[in-house]
């Protein structure tokens, strides 16, 4: 287990929370080194973003007077935060949505950086295309109208204590939908298999997106190796 503080937080990363970053990452398909270093980097990456999102949680509720504690575990973490004065429904709803807000935050900054130096190495651009993807996937998942996720407790502090029925009836047909949608998709990649298509592990579209982005940037830093060859010379150019 790993123990340090951040902004006069405690935090805890328990040993399951690699073990499920790495699974997620395709740890069972690494078959070198080049793939053991990529999945090196979906797992900083994954430390980073989801670090961030309780981050969100903790700092929210720390200015609110609360001490606060995050703990990374198996398929993500929580922040627990107790003492000071009951928190009313406007700033439950605040503490619960800034995870979820300051996750695409970082994951808008990190794309508007890589767009900024197109010129990145291969694994440069493989590192912030999942640190982006992972914050975008998760902070969207986490916004999920669900029970426990911060979706299903923001619903829960709009609608209050009094619907409770009803936060529950939504939180079982969003995750309903959402399993028959999974299903669907399983069946739809395991026919893909079949048909001898190529199947990246991972996170649903992190490793797609980031074999995207990788290649383009290839491209681009190919493009500016052959301008030089085809671009007129400065006296020459049209206003």
Known sequence: MIQFSLFNIPIRVLPWFWLT???????????????????????????ISILVHELGHALTAKAFGKRVEIV???????AAYSGGAPLDRWRTFLVTAAGPALQIVLGLAVYLFA?????????????MTVLYAISFIWAILNLLPVLPLD???????ILGPSRIKLTLLISIAVAGRGGL???????????ADFHGDVRLPGLPGIESAAMIFTKA????????RQRPSTRR???????
């Not at 990374?72 to 929580?78: E, K, N, P, T, V």
């Not at 767009?115 to 590192?127: I, V």
């Not at 940037?217 to 500016?224: F, G, K, L, N």
């Open 181 to 191: 949608a999974v299903f669907h998709e399983d069946r739809r990649s395991a026919a």
């Open 72 to 78: 990374l575990q198996a398929f993500g973490g929580y």
């Open 217 to 224: 940037a290839s491209r681009r830093r190919r493009r500016r």
């Open 21 to 47: 970053m790495a699974f997620i990452g395709g740890v069972l398909r690494v078959d070198g080194k080049e793939a053991f270093f990529l999945l090196i980097l979906f797992l900083i990456a994954g430390f």
């Open 233 to 239: 010379p400065p006296a020459a150019r049209a206003r």
């Open 115 to 127: 767009k900024s130096f197109p010129g990145m190495s291969r694994e440069a651009t493989y590192f």
């Open 151 to 157: 979706g299903g407790r923001i619903l829960q502090t």
